[in-house]
């Protein structure tokens, strides 16, 4: 399941997991869970990346010292 999530998969076998992904709605519940949690994820990164306040803290030390 994360190989296809994470992109990891070739054509052929993102096919057949779609095509099974339709029959099988227990992999589909699953499949949606794990790419939902992933874009979430995703978001956090961006937003950790370089949040303002961090940004503010780093400036502030190196005034102060
Ligand atoms: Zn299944």
Redesign the pocket.
């Known amino acids: 399941m994360s190989a296809a999530i994470d992109g990891e998969l070739t054509a052929k076998e993102e096919q057949d997991l779609l095509t ?2 339709d ?6 519940a ?1 499949y949606q869970d794990a790419r939902n949690t992933k874009v979430i994820l995703r978001e956090r990164i961006v937003r950790v990346q370089a949040p303002q306040t961090l940004m503010d803290s780093i400036i502030n030390m190196s005034i102060m010292t």
């Open positions: 099974h992904l029959e099988c709605a227990e992999c589909r699953e």
